[in-house]
């Protein structure tokens, strides 16, 4: 696939996300019936509190990341923070709540029905210190040096570039500072024909690089200290009743067996790195 | 948009700074207006408060 046509399906789908609510409700999903409630259940079975998940605006939270509270942990009042692929915005309200008032948190997404969800829920909220921009995270709109932290959860995988976002990062980012993101990688190659499924890359699967190909593309663009904080098994009920995972599964008439195969191989890390001082 | 925030932003394409202008402003918050890059040359559009700084298409 081409990169246009990858960069286009993503949008298009997260656009239908964005208007729909939570990632349970997708077209070829029955799930429905209690989506916030789904969304939360992921968020706590990817280590959100309770805390956190209440403290953010009502729509924010679509349960669509693999988590990264590791990443808002760290965060220290008055930092400038940007989240690579913001969606509602979960993850930079819960960090302008650890920045405070003296700092920053910009949220960068593609997809303008993300963005136009985001602003409102900040305006819901009353978050004076977060601001969304809508952009390209191969080609983040933000000035050398000017950024503390870059956080981002389970949206990398979605780059055709990913090399290139790392460069970007490490551009944007201070001397001494941190890249704090979680994704999914994969442990082994997938089968072809998952490879080439659309709806898979979509679902953030069959984007996603081999582990030490992930890491390898965080040293070339030159962060250092990298470590993998955590790393755990993708969970198994998010991907259960994401809709995208559930069409790929219609459509390549897959066994639960296999499916259970296939998360098996699927892995949602932590990663940070340091860019030198 | 703030205006406090354009010092962070920086052209998508060539990362040199950009040029604001502001057409509808309300309480320290651009609503309307956009941002210019000199050296690209290149116009991003601000609205609804929401600056696109996507990348201008290529053909």
Redesign the interface.
């Known amino acids: 696939m081409k990169e246009t046509d990858i960069k286009k399906t993503v949008r298009e789908n997260y656009a239908r996300i964005a208007t729909q609510g939570s990632s349970c409700c997708g077209a070829t999903s029955s799930c429905c019936g209690n989506s916030t409630g789904l969304a939360e259940n992921i968020s706590k079975s990817v280590g959100y509190t309770d805390a956190e998940i209440a403290s953010a605006p009502e729509g924010a939270n679509l349960g669509l990341g693999c988590g990264n509270p590791v990443a808002l942990a760290s965060l220290k009042e008055g930092e400038t923070v940007l989240d690579l692929g913001s969606g509602a915005g979960f993850d930079c309200f819960l960090a302008a709540d650890r920045v405070g008032k003296r700092g920053k948190v910009i949220g960068v997404d593609m997809t303008p029905e993300m963005i136009e969800k985001a602003r409102r829920n900040a305006a819901a909220g009353g978050y004076e210190n977060v601001e969304f921009r809508m952009g390209e995270i191969e080609n983040l709109p933000a000035a050398d040096s000017s950024v503390d932290v870059i956080i981002s959860n389970c949206v990398i995988n979605l780059a055709p570039d990913k090399k290139k976002v790392f460069r970007e990062a490490f551009r944007v980012l201070k001397p001494g500072g941190r890249l704090m993101v979680s994704d999914i990688v994969l442990t082994q190659e997938l089968p072809d024909f998952i490879r080439s499924s659309v709806a898979a890359y979509v679902g953030c699967i069959s984007g996603a690089l081999l582990k030490p190909d992930y890491l390898e593309a965080v040293a070339a663009a030159g962060f250092r200290d990298i470590d993998v904080i955590d790393e755990t098994v993708f969970p198994i009920d998010a991907l259960a009743n994401d809709p995208t995972a559930v069409a790929i599964a219609k459509t390549l008439d897959l066994t639960p067996e296999k499916i259970s195969d296939l998360a098996s191989t699927v892995l949602s890390i932590k990663v940070s790195g340091v860019k030198p001082g | ?2 205006r406090s ?1 354009v ?7 060539c ?1 040199g ?1 950009l040029e604001l202008k502001v057409e509808v402003e309300e309480g320290g918050e651009v609503i309307t207006g956009s941002l210019h890059c000199p050296k690209c040359p290149a116009d ?1 559009p601000i609205e ?8 201008p298409e290529k053909d």
């Open positions: 948009m703030k925030l010092e962070i932003l920086a052209c998508p394409v990362h700074g991003y609804e408060s929401i600056p696109n700084l996507l990348p």
